[in-house]
C-alpha cells in the first residue's frame, strides 16, 4: 500500500491566502520531502525535514514534522497563482536503499 | 550544470514494440531512479542504478522492463513489447551519493503513450 497519503486532495485559494496540505505515511522514516509538480512537467524538490528535526523553513514555505504521529504539514504562506501545482510528500525510509516514497499529492489552485 | 536530462521528452508506441528511454544524471551525479507515474497519481518507484550495477530493483515489473547505467553513457530504461498499460510518464532522478539527507533531483520526465 502507499506509504503516503495526502490530504486534502484538492485545494482551491485566493491569492494571498494560506495554504496547507498534510501527510501521513506508515514507517520510520530518515527524512520526509516535499516536491512540487506543474501540470505535465517534472518534479521541484521543495524542502527536506530530517527524522530529528519538528519544523523547517524556506521562503514562504513551512513544514512540520511529527514522528509520533507519523504525519507531515507543508504551509504556503501569501500563496500567489504561480504556486498552482500539484504537491507531494516523498518520505526516505529507515534502513531504505534511497527510493523515496511518494504520496498522492495534493492539487492546488491558486485564484487570482 | 545542466540539470537532469532525459529522452524523449514524448514517445510514442504501438503495442508490442519496444520502448528506450534514457536519462542523463546531473554531473558528478553516480546514483540513478527511475520512477513511474500514471495519470493522476504520485510517483512510484522503479529501479535505483549505480554505475554498472542495480542496487534495488523492488518496484520493477518482474517481464518486460529492464534498467542500466553502464560506466560510460546515461542509463536506459527498456521496455519491450510495449501495452497500452504502460502508458505513462516516467521520471529519472539522481542524487551525488545516497545518504540521509540527499535530495533527488528530478528530469523533465518521458511520456510513454502506447497506442
Known amino acids: 500500500s502507499q506509504q503516503g497519503e495526502e490530504d486534502p486532495q484538492a485545494l482551491s485559494i485566493q491569492e494571498g491566502e494560506n495554504a496547507t496540505m498534510n501527510c501521513s505515511y506508515k514507517?520510520?522514516?530518515?527524512?520526509l520531502q516535499w516536491y512540487r509538480q506543474n501540470s505535465g512537467r517534472g518534479l521541484v524538490h521543495l524542502i527536506l525535514?530530517?527524522?530529528?528535526?519538528r519544523e523547517k523553513h524556506s521562503g514562504r514555505l513551512r513544514v512540520t514534522l511529527d514522528t509520533s504521529k507519523k504525519s507531515s504539514s507543508l504551509l504556503i504562506t501569501a500563496s500567489r497563482a504561480a504556486d498552482t501545482a500539484s504537491y507531494f510528500c516523498a518520505t526516505l525510509t529507515s534502513g531504505n536503499t534511497g527510493k523515496l516514497i511518494f504520496g498522492q499529492g495534493t492539487t492546488l489552485q491558486v485564484k487570482p | 550544470n545542466a540539470g537532469v536530462m532525459q529522452n524523449p521528452r514524448h514517445l510514442v508506441r504501438r503495442r508490442g514494440q519496444e520502448a528506450r528511454l534514457r536519462c542523463s544524471p546531473m554531473k558528478g551525479h553516480s546514483h540513478v531512479y527511475w520512477y513511474r507515474q500514471l495519470p493522476e497519481e504520485g510517483l512510484k518507484f522503479m529501479v535505483y542504478?549505480?554505475?554498472?550495477?542495480?542496487?534495488?530493483e523492488s518496484g520493477m515489473p518482474k517481464e518486460r522492463f529492464s534498467a542500466e547505467f553502464p560506466k560510460e553513457g546515461p542509463s536506459i530504461l527498456r521496455i519491450q513489447q510495449v501495452v497500452r498499460g504502460d502508458s505513462a510518464a516516467y521520471f529519472c532522478a539522481s542524487s551525488p551519493t545516497m545518504g540521509l539527507a540527499e535530495t533527488q533531483y528530478f528530469g523533465p520526465g518521458t511520456r510513454l503513450l502506447v497506442l
Open positions: 514507517t520510520s522514516i530518515n527524512n
Open positions: 525535514i530530517r527524522s530529528n528535526e
Open positions: 542504478l549505480q554505475k554498472e550495477n542495480i542496487i534495488d
